[in-house]
């Protein structure tokens, strides 16, 4: 499957080759769609996490294709907090078949500090965890585009969840790069 965004519309479309023969395009979403990412779960289900920017505040929004079904679920919002904007998620998968998406939200009043939360899509229960903070903007400054890995240490150490994220230091606009990690997620 291949996810593309045109030039005269930003929703975002799949197609897939199947024997050989290109599918005709599925609109995924009805609105702006920025910053996409997809993931493919433990039983081989693709994930698509997408961001609307139309909205105010932006939300963040998931979708699921079931293989054994060959159906697209529900568009269904992953966060959204009246005060906050959402979006540039980044999502991996674990050895255990959960799901975490990292991401960032801002105060869309002031629109200064961008900070990088994360949820954990458990695949036992099949629900998502509360928002958890990654990053301290009051601390550290603004930390904007996670690009988020699962790392197996094959039982040589602990698996970790690797991160790298963009981050500028207080009062500055200079924006570095810096690695994060969850250890024994």
Known sequence: MFF???????YLYMVRRVNRV?????NLTAFNSQYHDEIV????????????PTSSPYKIY???????TDT??????????????AAYQSATVDSGGNIYVFYVM????????????????DKVSGIWSERRQFTNGAEY???VFPK???QTNHQLGKDTIELTYRQNGIGSTTYNLYYGRLTNP
Do not use: C, P
């Not at 779960?41 to 609307?52: C, L």
């Open 4 to 10: 593309r965004r045109t030039s005269t519309n930003t």
């Open 22 to 26: 290109w599918s005709i395009s599925s």
């Open 41 to 52: 779960d433990s039983e081989g289900n693709i994930w698509m996490f997408v961001a609307d």
């Open 62 to 68: 998931y979708r699921r294709y079931t293989v054994a």
């Open 72 to 85: 697209w679920g529900a568009l269904t919002v992953l966060d959204i907090d009246a005060s906050y904007h």
């Open 106 to 121: 801002n105060d869309y009043g002031s629109g200064t500090v961008w900070q990088i939360y994360y949820k954990v899509f």
């Open 141 to 143: 400054g603004s930390a």
């Open 148 to 150: 988020v890995r699962y």
